[in-house]
């Protein structure tokens, strides 16, 4: 963590203290689940979800970082003529005391590379970085859990996104959306 997140959660602090009245209405902005699924084979991208709880004003998600893995990227599935692709995003909007998940089927993280020290302690330290606090970052440990068989993002190529799925990858969740 840097410095100055130390400084943002203490002014925090602080804030909430003055106004003790709300001090036990207004839930903070934080991460309070979520996990990975590791790609069926190890150079097949993981997959991450989870859950913030929106504070009282509304900030955007705006990047997931770990030194533990070679890349993150956010990434929303969405329906095209009929086909699930996937596009890359660079933010999310975390509503005022509401939620934002990153789940199955919609928004989600993309992870390349996660370190095998990481893998084997079965959880992946990661940064949620928020426009609030002059980009709070909130830190949490996802953690790691094995691949399900191929479904869902993780059956989808993504170096093929778009473009069409070559090793049956079309069919296979074709037959999860079935189930
Ligand atoms: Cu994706």
Not at 79 to 99: F, W, Y
Request: overall charge neutral; aromatic content about 6%; some cysteine.
């Amino acid at each position: 963590m840097k410095p100055f997140a130390f400084a943002a959660l203490a002014a925090t602090a602080l804030t909430l203290s003055a106004c003790g009245d709300n001090l036990g209405a207004a839930k903070p902005l934080n991460v309070v689940s979520g996990h990975v699924v590791m790609g069926a084979t190890p150079d097949r991208p993981a997959v991450g979800y989870f859950r913030v709880q929106g504070g009282p004003q509304p900030v955007q998600l705006v990047a997931v970082t770990t030194d533990l893995a070679q890349r993150v990227e956010m990434h929303e599935s969405v329906r095209e003529n009929g086909v699930m692709t996937m596009k890359p995003i660079t933010s999310a909007d975390v509503p005022a005391k509401g939620e934002l998940v990153f789940k199955q089927g919609g928004k989600h993280l993309m992870i390349w590379g996660i370190n095998g020290a990481a893998v084997r302690a079965g959880k992946l330290p990661m940064q949620f970085v928020f426009t609030n606090n002059n980009n709070e970052r909130i830190l949490f440990d996802l953690v790691i859990k094995p691949a399900e068989g191929a479904t869902g993002e993780a059956a989808m190529d993504h170096d093929a996104m778009g473009h069409g799925a070559d090793k049956g990858g079309d069919k296979a969740a074709a037959d999860a959306a079935k189930q």
